[in-house]
């Protein structure tokens, strides 16, 4: 799998223009999209950590950097907003970047291999050694980009604790990413230490697999062609021609004509080598923030269901505009899947003070980054749920959007139709078993007057009672000459008639 240095703080950067809550730092402005501009951006500043990763490619046999491209930081003084863009226009099927195979680092010729059959903790484990080697390392400057600039500290498997357990809290059982933080975690996927949080060759074991499961083919990095960015649609503009896995180089090329002034992309679930065959619809938005830690840009994809096999949608505002549009990427989704959709957006609006109260207790980029997944998945979940299709005449309400087509636009802020909250178990703490029969209850006083009617299933009646003084004193239910409860007899095995359905309502009225 293809990953990039461009993590949630910087990345998500470009995607939600997020509402201010208490204690949430200002949205960061987005990265300039710089396509027909003719220029570059002259507030494009160098890193000069990537800027040595690619002087050391210029440098090797059989190494190519087109002139046309060039890295570039967004953002001064914030290196993990960077990207790749085109210095003259490039024609479709011209080669921009070559790297030759024997400069990947891999899991192979490792010596301590083990029982260890992950191949991603191994090529950790050769990181981590020519960490150690300094600049006798034969890729000095792309391991001192890795370690010292790239922000690795950032990703989940390093957040804190309350961060993952808020993080949790709006997924809960049903959304993805499940258990974000273990994934890029070497103690959790790989072990083969003694986990003391006080050894420094701990510490890089763990630094190095995060970098590792951010950065790479799977298990494999490709120095300088893992500086350029992810993005679908439109922005998808090169790719590598062949794979990282069978042995031969790297070669960067065009898949159509970029202008002047273009970021290059990657797709790193579309893309048509090996690498990622098969994924394009199962690794999606929140597998890239648990794999890679940012959040997609538009367009973004979701594979969220109640099912295995659940619809894809894709939402995009390809113009830039607040409009944003939902596309059906395979079939079309069944009332339950918009059943199951609505669900969940009712879920995570019911979280939303315990979300904003949870993250002004977080970190700034633990905060941006798990502020912005849960605005993402409100309005992939409000445009998802309120979409309809044929046959939902019914659940559909105006302003929805239109039946029998795969794709739907409305505004961010729509609300979902109108369809009744599946039920949920909540604890029930009334002890149901007790010992108590309405048949053996003597009803005190005395009868005075009674109501009876018949319906298709039994003989009811309602039968008065006073005391001594004439004074009424009860009302009590028979059916088929059985006393089920009296206004002073509430029997236990009714109480779950109202008990339990009552928990749904918001009021109750008598």
Not at 95 to 104: G, N, T
Not at 273 to 301: K, N, S
Not at 420 to 429: L, N, V
Request: with cysteine; charged share 25%.
């Amino acid at each position: 799998m293809k990953t990039n240095f461009k993590l949630a703080a910087a990345a998500a950067a470009a995607l939600v223009q997020i509402e201010e809550v208490a204690g949430l730092p200002a949205p960061v402005s987005s990265p300039p999209e710089l396509i027909n501009d003719n220029t570059v951006n002259t507030n494009t500043h160098s890193d000069s950590y990537a800027q040595n990763q690619i002087e050391w490619l210029k440098l090797k046999k059989g190494g190519f950097f087109s002139p046309k491209i060039m890295y570039g930081i967004l953002n001064e003084g914030d290196t993990s907003f960077g990207g790749m863009f085109a210095l003259a226009p490039i024609t479709k099927g011209e080669e921009i970047i070559h790297l030759p195979v024997e400069h990947f680092i891999t899991a192979n010729e490792i010596d301590d291999f083990s029982d260890n059959d992950n191949a991603a903790c191994v090529t950790a484990i050769n990181l981590a050694k020519e960490y150690h080697k300094g600049d006798e390392s034969n890729w000095e400057s792309y391991v001192a980009y890795c370690f010292e600039s790239f922000p690795h500290v950032d990703l989940p498997p390093n957040w804190s604790e309350e961060a993952l357990q808020l993080f949790q809290l709006i997924v809960g059982e049903d959304l993805e990413p499940q258990n974000l933080g273990t994934r890029g975690s070497y103690a959790l996927e790989c072990g083969g230490y003694k986990e003391d949080e006080d050894d420094p060759e701990d510490k890089i074991l763990e630094a190095a697999y995060r970098i590792v499961v951010a950065r790479g083919w799977n298990d494999i990095l490709l120095p300088v062609v893992d500086l350029i960015n992810h993005r679908n649609g439109k922005w998808y503009n090169a790719d590598q021609a062949g794979s990282a896995h069978i042995g031969e180089d790297i070669s960067v090329v065009a898949l159509r004509n970029i202008d002047q002034g273009e970021q290059i992309y990657l797709s790193y679930n579309e893309c048509p080598d090996e690498d990622c065959w098969g994924i394009a619809h199962t690794f999606t938005m929140p597998q890239m923030l648990m794999d890679f830690g940012f959040i997609e840009q538009y367009p973004r994809r979701f594979n969220i269901g109640a099912q295995f096999d659940a619809p894809v949608f894709e939402l995009d505002n390809a113009d830039g505009e607040t409009e944003v549009k939902i596309t059906w990427l395979d079939e079309e989704p069944t009332k339950e899947d918009l059943d199951w959709f609505h669900d969940q957006l009712s879920h995570l609006q019911e979280l939303e003070e315990a979300v904003m109260d949870g993250l002004k207790n977080l970190g700034n980029h633990e905060k941006y980054t798990i502020h912005t997944y849960y605005q993402t998945m409100l309005e992939g979940l409000e445009l998802a749920s309120s979409w309809g299709g044929e046959g939902f005449d019914d659940d559909i309400d105006e302003g929805d959007c239109a039946k029998g087509d795969k794709t739907c636009t409305a505004g961010t802020t729509i609300s979902a139709s109108g369809k009744y909250d599946a039920f949920e178990d909540h604890e029930d703490t009334l002890n149901y078993g007790a010992d108590l029969c309405a048949s053996r209850y003597l009803v005190p006083g005395r009868q005075v007057s009674s109501e009876e009617f018949k319906s298709i299933y039994q003989e009811i009646e309602f039968k008065h009672f006073n005391d001594s003084k004439g004074n009424k004193l009860d009302t009590c239910l028979y059916m088929d000459e059985v006393l089920h409860m009296c206004n002073s007899l509430r029997p236990h095995y009714h109480e779950w008639f109202v008990h339990y359905p009552a928990q749904f309502l918001k009021q109750m009225k008598r």
